[in-house]
């Protein structure tokens, strides 16, 4: 099927009532989303994120409530589009970034991207401190993570923060998490350029003493990955196969639709009074001719002309002109 209606069918299509800009776009009206460019999301796609991110948020605070034996609270602030160079300048160096690996099936084969968590040092410390038998009260602040500390950190991830990540989105997709290292500078982040497309999903997190804000950063390259394995229920995304099977699929449903087709060979005026006098055998002249044309008329306007003749036995109209 070509990617438009030709005028000529739009004509035919609105003729019979049928409402033709849901199967073509107007590029005057309808502007197609493009994730890769900031202000894209559609209500849907936010509404969504903020469920899994919501879900996400209360099952990592009953891990750490569990996990430290005191109570944790984790809720999700904000869902937030922008570029990653703004970003890293707003979480500033005071920052322990884990780089998560996604691998998404697509097709036969998998796709990679990666995202980032930036997780407050003052948290991670914390984190750390209890990890080695450490008490609330003996947090230090003042040092670099040790070579130990850093994997301490890239395990405590692997196995308490990727694997709620995939149940929060296991309703939706599969997707497999891995940590596949820790990012102590953002502005160094191999994986994201300054100008990088990012959602930023935002949180607060209070754990004994401390509430501090932490984020999940998230590329578009990974979005667009994401909303393709929804299928049709988010059309978000500009998927040109997507949009022209839409078309094809509806333009299937309405040549099923049934319309009265009805030919006129001629027409007249009769007194009220001449009609009601007419009996079986009387002749009523016409405005045409034997030679003339008729009008095939469809539910109720004149589309066509054609002649009157005989095809395999039966009655039958040529259609010569369209109206």
């Known amino acids: 099927m070509a990617d438009t209606l030709t005028k000529e069918n739009r004509d035919k299509l609105k003729k019979l009532g049928y409402a033709v800009d849901l199967l073509e776009e107007d590029s005057r009206r309808i502007q197609e989303y493009d994730f890769r460019s900031p202000r894209r999301f559609t209500r ?7 469920g899994v991110y919501d879900c996400f948020a209360k099952t990592f605070a009953n ?27 707003e979480v500033g160096s005071r920052v322990v970034m884990p780089i998560i690996e996604t691998k998404m099936k697509e097709g ?7 995202f980032a968590i930036s997780f407050p040092t003052e948290v991670v410390h914390y984190v750390v401190n209890r990890l080695l038998g450490g008490d609330e009260g003996a947090v230090r602040e003042d040092h670099d993570f040790t070579e130990l500390e850093l994997n301490l950190i890239k395990n405590f991830v692997l196995v308490n923060v990727t694997p709620i990540i995939e149940v929060a989105w296991s309703s939706y997709i599969d997707v497999i998490t891995t940590c596949t290292g820790i990012v102590l500078s953002p502005g160094l982040n191999k994986y994201f350029s ?28 990974l979005l667009e990955s994401i909303f393709r394995n929804f299928g049709n229920r988010f059309m978000g995304l500009a998927d040109d196969s997507k949009s022209k099977q839409k078309k094809s699929l509806m333009l299937e449903h309405i040549k099923e ?9 001629g027409k007249t005026e009769l007194e009220l ?40 036995g039966r009655r039958a109209v040529k259609v010569t002109e369209l109206l």
């Open 44 to 50: 849907d796609n936010v509404r969504l994120l903020n």
């Open 63 to 89: 891990k750490l409530s569990g996990l430290f034996r005191i109570p944790v609270q984790v809720d999700l602030l904000s869902v937030k589009e922008g570029q990653y160079g703004d970003f890293s300048r």
């Open 108 to 114: 036969t084969e998998y796709v990679t991207n990666h």
């Open 194 to 221: 300054s100008d990088l497309p990012i959602l930023n999903i935002e949180f607060e997190i209070v754990i004994a003493s401390i509430t501090k804000k932490f984020s999940v950063c998230m590329s578009f390259d």
């Open 257 to 265: 639709s049934e319309v009265d087709v009805s030919v006129v060979l």
């Open 273 to 312: 009074g001449d009609i009601l006098a007419l009996h079986t055998g009387d002749i009523v002249m016409l405005d045409s001719f034997t030679d003339s044309s008729v009008k095939v008329i469809i539910k109720g306007k004149d589309w066509f002309s054609g002649k009157i003749g005989l095809y395999r």
